[in-house]
């Protein structure tokens, strides 16, 4: 005949853990979101790009004629500079994990670099997104003073060129995130994104037989037509696409790539 014991009264039982759960997409971009604003040099690019939309509204207010005084003419000027300091903004938001050594921590509790990656990519393109809405909002105010001190003051203005201002910053910041990815060095990156393009501009302009290329690879040329104020044509719309392409997506991938394979220590 077999006996069963008993358990002894004092065993303890192994406590049951809850399994954890992973963050999910929104919260790990609004920890990147937090990210851009905690870093020192991240803060001082943002505050930078308010500063700059907010100059050009008061140069137009002193030093343009009352008739070029309207919406539109403050808020263009603004872009293209704003547009200059989004990228890097983007390199510094991807190189940060690895030149600050936050990189161990952040993909320990995030085994999944990839989702790290895409939050910092939904990070920055947010913040091209409100950098527009900045650049609107201080327009509005130009616009609003012009009107009182004797300026046109006009606020007509075509929605599409919002869109295309939209795509100008967004493009332009995750062509910086590329480069970004791709080096994952903030120095190295930065002269990257600015000196291989305009390299390639200068000898699409220089050299006879890359002419024909560069109207193709050339994003100062093929991201033109957003701010001409005509209707973009399919050949244009095909222009800016390939030259995305080669500029943004390609070092994207690889670099998203580089980043997957890349050992944290």
Sequence with gaps: MSTTTAPAANTVTPRQHAPAHRPSLLRLTAVELRKLVDTRAGRWLLITIGLIAAAIATIQLIYARDAEQTFVNFFTPSLLPIGVLLPVLGILSIT???????????????????????????????????????????????????????????????????????IFQVTGVLMGAAFGLLLLNPPLAIVGYLLLPTLWGVLGELVRPLRGPAGWLDTSRTMEPLFSGDAITGEQWGRMAVSLLVWMVVPLAAGLIRTLRREVS
């Design 96 to 166: 940060s994990e690895w030149s600050q050594r936050t990189a161990l921590t952040t993909y320990a509790l995030v085994p999944r670099r990839e989702r790290v990656v895409a939050a910092k990519l939904i990070a920055v393109a947010l913040a091209a997104l409100a950098s527009v809405l900045a650049s609107l909002a201080v327009a509005a105010a130009g616009t609003l003073l012009a009107s009182v001190t004797g300026g046109a003051g006009t606020w007509q203005i075509d929605a599409s060129l919002i869109l295309n201002a939209a």
